[in-house]
């Protein structure tokens, strides 16, 4: 999947997104509700690559790419979702109903992502055992970072629920600190050199030396 569509400058249609009749919607819609995410993500990336910006669309993508790509590629989808918010506002429907649509779109997005992660780790699956082998610190940390883009981006753009939505990113947040904990285990502190044992052997026989001497005397 191509995470380059929601990157950059995105242009600016005369009536972005698309009509929440269009029955292209419904079908990937309704994808997404059977759990077939794959598929949805695709439909909705090949409306993305016809210049069709809307933030349900994206959402569905950015699940999708997530899937596909592994606990890392969190960063391009937040950054992307940054890049939306903060930088092409004015190119993202649908129109009319687009907070609605924000709200709407990103807790979906936000509660997948968790309860994905939360699964796995529960089940402690074979995905989760890659998890904790190859998570890095540095990763993490830039995840984290740009979250605090994301919360600034869905404050300016719907701050009557930024609130809730930040709360649901949060969640997110407090699973990736804790997978950092295990991550940034400290390195075992090597044992140190046992002192020289004394040669029992030599003990022993001193000790019968002096024995016999004294008898001597």
Request: aromatic share 6%.
């Amino acid at each position: 999947m191509n995470i380059e569509l929601l990157q950059g400058s995105l242009p600016v249609a005369e009536h972005p997104g698309l009509d929440s009749t269009d029955p292209r919607f419904a079908d990937i819609a309704t994808l997404a509700q059977d759990g077939q995410h794959a598929e949805a993500a695709a439909l909705s990336e090949a409306l993305l690559a016809e210049g069709i910006y809307d933030i349900r669309l994206i959402c569905f993508f950015l699940y999708g790419y997530w899937l596909e790509n592994g606990l890392a590629s969190l960063l391009p989808v937040v950054d992307s979702l940054n890049n939306v918010l903060l930088d092409n506002w004015p190119a993202i429907g649908p129109e009319g109903n687009l907070n609605t649509s924000l709200e709407k779109s990103l807790d979906w997005l936000f509660r997948q992502i968790l309860k994905k992660l939360q699964y796995e780790e529960s089940k402690k699956s074979p995905l989760w055992q890659q998890w904790q082998t190859n998570a890095e610190v540095v990763e993490i940390d830039t995840i984290l970072a740009a979250g605090e883009q994301l919360s600034d981006g869905i404050t300016r753009q719907h701050p009557d629920k930024a609130a809730e939505l930040t709360a649901q990113w949060s969640k997110i947040e407090q699973w990736l600190i804790s997978l950092r904990q295990l991550t940034d285990s400290p390195l075992e502190q090597e044992p140190p050199e046992a002192a020289p044992e004394s040669d029992g052997a030599d003990q022993n026989l001193a000790d019968k030396a002096s024995q016999q001497v004294a008898q001597a005397h």
